[in-house]
């Protein structure tokens, strides 16, 4: 018999009027959600867009996946840093559509032979835990990876 395992992730969204609202969840503090990247308003009142959330969800995602993934090749990571974009493009007579979805991390680790293995972990995190059943658009990963040799101490 094949086991299976069903994971839920709840949200409850609270409108505030206009166009806010609170994003909320059980494990997790209130998110202030405000207009869409594509539309003009306040860009400093506090509040998410939703494509920057979604931005952030797969920079956290791919962070997430990778650490798991190094640690099941026994590599050690020194330090991780990323950075992410995404692109809308809106034109006339064109919904506003997503077009690119890029994360950068950046990464070190001790050995050339550990950093090999994070390049391999890279290449192939996007179909690893990014299937197209989730999103439509497969994001990009630009990864930096650093090997930091440790200094000999000085006698």
């Known amino acids: 018999m094949t086991s299976v395992t069903v994971t839920e992730y709840e949200t409850r969204l609270y409108w505030q009027g206009e166009r806010g609202a609170v994003l909320t969840s059980d494990r997790a503090p209130p998110?202030?959600?405000?207009?869409?990247?594509?539309?003009?308003?306040?860009?400093?009142?506090?509040?998410?867009?939703?494509?920057?959330?979604?931005?952030?969800?797969?920079?956290?995602?791919?962070?997430?996946?990778?650490?798991?993934?190094?640690?099941?090749?026994?590599?050690?990571?020194?330090?991780?840093?990323?950075?992410?974009?995404?692109?809308v493009v809106s034109g006339p007579g064109q919904p506003p559509h997503l077009t690119d979805l890029i994360v950068r991390p950046h990464v070190a680790v001790a050995t050339d032979l550990d950093a090999e293995v994070v390049?391999?972990?890279?290449?192939?995190?996007?179909?690893?835990?990014?299937?197209?059943?989730?999103?439509?658009?497969?994001?990009?990963?630009?990864?930096v990876v650093e090997t930091w040799h440790a200094r000999a101490a000085s006698p």
């Open 31 to 87: 998110v202030p959600i405000g207009l869409p990247l594509v539309e003009q308003g306040p860009a400093d009142d506090g509040r998410w867009a939703p494509e920057t959330l979604l931005v952030g969800a797969v920079e956290g995602r791919t962070l997430l996946a990778f650490l798991e993934r190094a640690r099941e090749a026994d590599v050690t990571v020194l330090f991780y840093q990323s950075c992410a974009v995404a692109r």
């Open 119 to 143: 390049r391999l972990i890279f290449s192939e995190l996007p179909a690893h835990c990014f299937p197209s059943s989730v999103i439509q658009i497969a994001p990009r990963i630009e990864a």
